[in-house]
């Protein structure tokens, strides 16, 4: 069975500082893989997703991330972050169903 | 193009009632997906509707059952509440035409209070 595991679960980063959010997986069979942005009182909304192709995929909001299949990897970045970017952010692999990892709470203090 | 929409946003029941979600999917969108969140966790997967049938379902007792309507509609239905089911209930609708590819649009959720 697949299933995600989200390293950290809150990254604490300074306005304009570059972040990395860790995302691994596992799963036995080939995998689409997701991320995903909760903002307070909200729904999730796609920030990006893996397919095929190049294993850098961009996104909304100047994110990308990098699909390691070696390295069952898909950690998610972002160069330079906003106070806009304070919210939950969650890597989802989709298998026979969406399964996603706990969450990690990005906090971007001034 | 309106976006996906839930109701209530907030609910309380008390234990052993029965409480009906309700979601309305983007126009066009034939797949719809319900997920409970708990607090702190990320989303599980429910069960999901094709075309009015259900086609996928998670680990979730027979008490959690859905339906899906022709006018991109959709109800999740639990009986017999526990106060484990307090949780925010997301619906996620998709085209339903490339499977597990699809990208899903999420409603903003159904925060259910059970005491």
């Known amino acids: 069975a697949q299933s995600v595991t989200q390293l950290d679960s809150q990254v604490p980063v300074f306005e304009e500082a570059p972040v990395e959010l860790r995302c691994n997986y596992s799963s036995s069979v080939s995998v689409y893989l997701f991320w995903y942005v909760q903002y307070p009182n909200q729904g999730l909304q796609l920030l990006l997703k893996?397919?095929?192709?190049?294993?850098l995929v961009k996104g909304i909001n100047g994110f990308e991330a990098e699909f390691n299949k070696s390295q069952t990897s898909f950690h998610l970045r972002k160069p330079s972050v906003h106070i806009s970017d304070t919210a939950e952010y969650f890597c989802?692999?989709?298998?026979?169903?969406?399964?996603f990892g706990a969450g990690t709470r990005l906090t971007v203090k001034p | 193009e309106t976006g996906v929409t839930q109701s209530p946003t907030h609910l309380i029941k008390t234990r052993g009632q029965q409480v009906t979600l309700r979601c309305s999917s983007q126009?066009?969108?034939?797949?719809v997906s319900w997920y409970q969140q708990a607090l702190g966790q990320g989303p599980q997967f429910i069960f999901q509707y094709y075309r009015e049938e259900e086609n996928g379902r998670g680990n979730f007792p027979p008490r959690f059952s859905g339906l899906q309507f022709p006018n991109y509609s959709s109800e999740l239905n639990v009986n017999a509440l526990e106060l484990d089911d307090s949780a925010l209930y997301l619906c996620?609708?998709?085209?339903?035409?490339?499977?597990?590819?699809?990208?899903?649009?999420f409603g903003p959720g159904t925060r259910l209070t059970v005491l």
């Open positions: 989802a692999v989709s298998v026979d169903d969406m399964r």
């Open positions: 893996y397919l095929s192709g190049s294993t």
């Open positions: 126009s066009g969108h034939n797949t």
């Open positions: 996620a609708s998709s085209l339903g035409t490339s499977g597990r590819r699809d990208t899903q649009y």
